[in-house]
């Protein structure tokens, strides 16, 4: 039986998984909470795996923070306050959740690049997002992108799932981590 369990382990795909139960869970809780070890307890207390934890945290994170160019504090605690914050706000509030419940994570900054007329200007750093090491494995993801998109200045909440660990060989195409490591790939 150990053995069997150790096979499975090894061979779940975490990007097909069925996070029903984490997003459900994740969904349900939108009132306003102060402290971020308090909402991390509260997002992961019924779920048994690290994965599932995780993606409580990044669809809680998604659903419930708004991309606001103007708010440029990126402390996590008041991103929680205000329920905004720019892609370091975002990326920072999923680094302290994922700490406060024992999950290895990084914040990365990078380039990212939203149309072909970003291509070749990359002069300054312009995107945060994670990356999340889930049962020995790295993993990227942006819940930034993923919470929904921004016209002119207007951001439009619209869950994107292809942002909740994406195959590096297809993020690559518009996330350029300053150090080299974090692209994931060869």
Not at 93 to 102: A, G, P, T
Not at 118 to 129: T, V
Not at 145 to 160: M, S
Request: hydrophobic share 35%; charged share 25%.
């Amino acid at each position: 039986l150990l053995i069997s369990q150790v096979c499975f382990c090894d061979t779940l795909n975490l990007r097909e998984f069925d996070y029903s139960k984490a997003d459900s869970l994740a969904l349900s809780l939108t009132k306003h909470f102060k402290s971020v070890d308090k909402l991390a307890q509260e997002l992961t207390r019924d779920l048994e795996t690290e994965h599932e934890k995780y993606r409580a945290i990044f669809r809680w994170v998604t659903n419930n923070i708004s991309y606001n160019i103007a708010n440029k504090n990126t402390d996590p605690k008041y991103t929680l306050k205000k329920q905004s914050a720019l892609c370091a706000g975002y990326s920072n509030l999923i680094l302290d959740l994922c700490s406060s419940s024992n999950i290895e994570c990084k914040s990365i900054n990078g380039y990212a690049k939203s149309f072909a007329k970003d291509i070749g200007k990359f002069n300054k750093i312009n995107h945060s997002w994670n990356v999340v090491n889930l049962n020995g494995t790295w993993y990227i993801s942006d819940a930034t992108w993923a919470a929904g998109h921004v016209n002119g200045r207007r951001f439009t909440k619209e869950y994107d799932n292809f942002y909740y660990l994406p195959d590096p060989e297809q993020i690559k195409y518009n996330h350029f981590p300053e150090e080299n490591e974090w692209f994931l790939t060869e």
